[in-house]
Structure formats: structure tokens, C-alpha cells
């Protein structure tokens, strides 16, 4: 039962992430999403985002171009905070 609990509580605190989605021949975006909605401040969905997109790029030899992102910090029963990060591969 303890189990159960820690799976169900650890899952529900995790982090959400799209994983990298191509939006255009060389434009990639890829959202993250706080696990716990409390007051969780969106910068660190922000550096979430710039580390998968990083090791997306890195396994292509290339390197993270900021198109644009975006980000929300938490608000208690209202919303998770959020990041959203469009990006290129560049050498």
C-alpha cells in the first residue's frame, strides 16, 4: 500500500515535457509542465526545456537557437507553471 502511494504521489509530482515536436523544415518546440501546481516558478520549466532541447541538438552535432520562449509561474488551484521554448539547430 506504502507503494502504491509513493508511485501515485511521484507520478503526479513529476514533470510534464511534449518532448521535441518539429514545427517547420528547422523549427523545433518542446513544453514542460510542473508536476506540483503550487507556487513553482516557471524558470525552472524554462531550464527544463533548454536541457532537452540542448540534448536534442547535441545529438545532431549542432547547437540551441532561441527562436522565442515563453513562461508562467504557478498559481494554487489555478495553473502549473509552464515553459514554452521554440527553437533551431544551428552549427
Known sequence: MRLAVLVIG??????????????DKDTYIVSEKAGG?????GGGQVADAYREAN???????LH???VSSTSRNGVPFAHCADATLTFRCVP
Open 64 to 66: 540551441v537557437e532561441t
Open 10 to 23: 511521484t507520478t503526479i509530482l513529476s514533470a510534464c515535457s511534449t518532448g521535441v515536436v518539429q514545427t
Open 37 to 41: 501546481c503550487g507556487f513553482a516558478s
Open 55 to 61: 540534448d536534442f541538438c547535441a545529438a545532431r552535432n
